[in-house]
Structures are given as C-alpha cells and as structure tokens.
C-alpha cells in the first residue's frame, strides 16, 4: 500500500515535470520565432530582402568569414549599427 502511494507520487511529480518540460519548448520556440523576425526585420530594414536568397546567404556566409579573419571588423560594424539607430531614434525624436 506505501508503494502505490509513492508510486502515485513519483507518476504526479513526472506528469509535472513533463508538463513544464513542454512549457518551457512552447517560450524557447516563441523566442527563437521572435529572433529570426528580428533578423528579417534587419534585412529589410538594410535593403536586402529584394536579394534572391542564393545570394543572401552568400552574403551572410561572406560576414562570417570576414569575423574569422579580422578580430576588430565586430567593433566597426557594432559602431556603423548602433550610430544608424542613434540617428533614426534622434530622427523621430525630432519629429515628434
């Protein structure tokens, strides 16, 4: 009889965990959804979503060879990015 009890017990506590298990794929897959709109945010946002995706790989795969070889290229682009958005967000400052 304390077996089943424990038993029962052990089947709530895994029926648990398997419930926040799937809850936590549900945020994990939410998150990752959000990042890659993000990341297309981004693309259109440089003006390269009209580039065939051939060519916008080639591209992505271009930048990443270029991080390889060069330490400080990280620096420069973080610094042409974030002065882009400092303009835009003084732009719509300015506007409103």
């Known amino acids: 009889m304390i077996f089943r009890?424990?038993?029962?017990?052990?089947?709530q506590k895994k029926?648990?965990?398997?419930?926040e298990e799937a809850?936590?794929?549900?945020?994990?897959?939410?998150?990752?959804?959000?990042?890659?709109?993000?990341?297309g945010g981004l693309i259109a946002k440089a003006n390269l979503d009209d580039?065939?995706?051939n060519s916008l790989f080639g591209v992505l795969i271009a930048l990443k060879n270029e991080l390889t070889k060069s330490?400080?290229?990280k620096?420069?682009?973080?610094?042409i990015g974030r002065d882009i958005f400092d303009q835009?967000?003084?732009?719509?400052?300015?506007?409103?």
Do not use: G, M
């Not at 620096?75 to 610094?79: E, I």
């Open 15 to 19: 029926a648990k965990i398997i419930t």
């Open 23 to 39: 809850k936590l794929k549900i945020i994990e897959r939410k998150v990752r959804t959000r990042r890659l709109i993000e990341l």
């Open 75 to 79: 620096d420069q682009w973080t610094k």
């Open 5 to 11: 009890i424990v038993y029962l017990k052990l089947q």
């Open 71 to 73: 330490t400080h290229i």
């Open 51 to 53: 580039l065939p995706t």
């Open 88 to 96: 835009e967000l003084k732009d719509k400052h300015f506007l409103s």
